[in-house]
């Protein structure tokens, strides 16, 4: 197994996530959200992580039918890692608790007015999880193994900007950033590696 869902690589990642030299965005001027970068069991009897993604319900007002990372609005009186929580359960129906927070990753400001900032968790137990049909048309578990493979992770030019778009292939499907970049830099801390993402573009729908 590559990134093995035990608690040793629990341990492993929750020091890296400790030592990781976070970087902050600054927000004058954007609104803040938070979302979880969460890993669960795979599910399908491999033994490896995997991260648990959404795809946002159709009618949402913004990103709707995008994939993304369970998360919202950072209210005035909440820490981040209170928002992600908080989101995480009103968006899939579980709770996410305080002691399944690993850390933090850089922050991510995105082409829509927001500075997200991406709290990792470690989540024992999934079979709560009941997605909130108003927010969420589903709910996928995503191998970090599979991901990471070669050419799963690629960086197109655009027209539109002189910064690369980064999207990640999973299956049949591709998410891109914000999504793909904060997933993207989970995978090289998973991996030991600490890489800068806030550089990596959006793809034009996204901008909105």
């Known amino acids: 197994m590559i990134f093995p869902f035990t608690?040793?690589?629990?341990?492993?990642?929750?020091?890296?996530?400790?030592?990781?030299?976070?970087q902050t965005a600054e927000t004058e001027g954007l609104k803040r959200s938070a979302v979880a970068i969460t890993l669960v069991d795979?599910?399908?009897?491999?033994?490896?992580?995997?991260?648990?993604?959404?795809?946002?319900?159709?009618?949402?007002?913004a990103h709707a039918g995008q994939w993304a990372l369970p998360g919202g609005r950072i209210?005035?009186?909440?820490?981040?890692?209170?928002a992600a929580r908080r989101e995480f359960e009103e968006e899939l129906g579980a709770a996410l608790p305080e002691a399944s927070v690993l850390g933090a990753l850089d922050d991510?400001?995105?082409?829509s007015g927001y500075v997200i900032?991406?709290?990792?968790?470690?989540?024992?137990?999934?079979r709560a999880i009941r997605a909130n049909p108003h927010e969420v048309a589903a709910v996928y578990?995503?191998?970090?193994?599979?991901?990471s493979r070669p050419g799963a992770v690629s960086f197109v030019d655009i027209p539109e900007s002189d910064r690369p778009v980064i999207r990640i292939r999973f299956g049949d499907g591709r998410f891109h950033a914000p999504t793909?970049?904060?997933?993207?830099?989970?995978?090289?801390?998973?991996?030991?590696?600490?890489?800068?993402?806030?550089?990596?573009?959006?793809?034009?729908f996204a901008w909105r």
Not at 7 to 22: I, K, N, Q, T, Y
Not at 42 to 61: C, F, I, K, Q
Request: hydrophobic residues 40%.
């Open 7 to 22: 608690p040793d690589f629990r341990r492993r990642l929750a020091e890296r996530c400790d030592a990781f030299p976070r």
């Open 42 to 61: 795979a599910g399908d009897g491999s033994g490896e992580a995997a991260v648990l993604l959404t795809r946002r319900a159709p009618r949402l007002r």
């Open 75 to 82: 209210d005035a009186d909440e820490t981040a890692e209170a």
């Open 108 to 111: 991510y400001p995105t082409r």
């Open 117 to 126: 900032h991406p709290i990792v968790a470690w989540l024992e137990e999934v």
């Open 141 to 147: 578990r995503v191998r970090l193994d599979e991901i």
């Open 180 to 204: 793909a970049a904060m997933v993207y830099q989970l995978l090289e801390l998973a991996a030991g590696r600490v890489t800068r993402v806030d550089h990596l573009e959006q793809p034009v």
